[in-house]
């Protein structure tokens, strides 16, 4: 890297993340002041399609009438999950980030292979 070079991006093959980390830190050789990233980690809503969505859209609610508990009962529950898995996929982009921003190499097999290890975790026991 140059010392002009105030941003990297690093493009890993996994869910399409791609980390942009800006400012190198002075002070820790290999470590970033901060960054961003983006990735098919958490899922859309699928009744709008809209990642940022937290399944309350109207699409969602028009499934079901005040009077019809079961089908409100089912939607609950299934927001719930959607949250729950929402929550967790954030937590690990988190962590990607702060590993990336903190210099660890998140291009590692070693690293991505524990990354697809949680992901299963997250998918399969929430």
Request: aromatic share 4%.
């Amino acid at each position: 890297m140059s010392k002009m070079e105030t941003t990297k991006t690093i493009k890993l093959a996994l869910n399409n993340i791609v980390i942009t980390l800006i400012d190198p830190d002075k002070n820790i050789e290999g470590a970033w002041q901060g960054g961003s990233m983006e990735s098919d980690i958490k899922e859309t809503c699928p009744y709008c399609n809209d990642i940022d969505c937290e399944m309350n859209c109207e699409k969602f609610e028009e499934h079901c009438t005040d009077r019809d508990i079961d089908c409100f009962n089912k939607k609950k529950e299934e927001r719930v999950e959607f949250m729950t898995h929402r929550g967790a996929a954030e937590a690990i982009e988190s962590l990607i980030l702060s590993h990336a921003v903190a210099g660890i190499d998140v291009e590692s097999p070693a690293y991505i292979e524990g990354i697809e290890t949680s992901l299963n975790a997250v998918t399969n026991n929430l």
